[in-house]
C-alpha cells in the first residue's frame, strides 16, 4: 500500500513561483525515480521532470532554467521549484514514483491525485 500526495498548486501570476512538494508513503523498500508530469486540457500528460536516489534529472526542454527538481531520499519526498510561471504552465500537475515493495523484487509505478497550477493576470 503506497501512496503519493502532492502540495503547493495554487494560482499566480505570470512571472511568480511555486514550490510544489510530493511525499511518498507506506510499504516502500526502495524508489528507483520519482518525477513529475503535467496535463492540460485538451493536451496529452508530458514529463516535466524527473530524479533518481543518486541525484540524476531530467528536465522538458520548455521548463529547463525555470524549473528545478530536488529530493529528500530520508523522507521519500520530491519537489519541483518553479519560477518565471507562463500562463502555458497552467496545467494539472502529478507526482509519479517507482516504488519497490518489501514482499517483492519488482518496481511498480504509482501516481499522485494531481495539484493545481493556474498562471492568470
Known amino acids: 500500500q503506497v501512496q503519493l500526495v502532492e502540495s503547493g498548486g495554487d494560482l499566480v501570476q505570470p512571472g511568480g513561483s511555486l514550490r510544489l512538494s510530493c511525499a511518498a508513503s507506506?510499504?516502500?523498500?526502495?524508489?528507483?525515480?520519482m518525477g513529475w508530469y503535467r496535463q492540460a486540457p485538451g493536451k496529452q500528460r508530458e514529463l516535466v521532470a524527473a530524479i533518481t536516489p543518486g541525484g540524476s534529472t531530467n528536465y522538458a526542454d520548455s521548463v529547463k532554467g525555470r524549473f528545478t527538481i530536488s529530493s529528500d531520499n530520508a523522507k521519500n519526498t520530491v519537489y519541483l521549484q518553479i519560477n518565471g510561471l507562463k500562463s502555458e504552465d497552467t496545467a494539472v500537475y502529478y507526482c509519479?514514483?517507482?516504488?519497490?515493495?518489501?514482499?517483492?523484487?519488482?518496481?511498480?509505478?504509482?501516481w499522485g491525485q494531481g495539484t493545481q497550477v493556474t498562471v492568470s493576470s
Open positions: 509519479n514514483a517507482d516504488i519497490r515493495p518489501p514482499y517483492g523484487s519488482r518496481y511498480n509505478n504509482y
Open positions: 507506506g510499504s516502500i523498500f526502495s524508489i528507483r525515480a
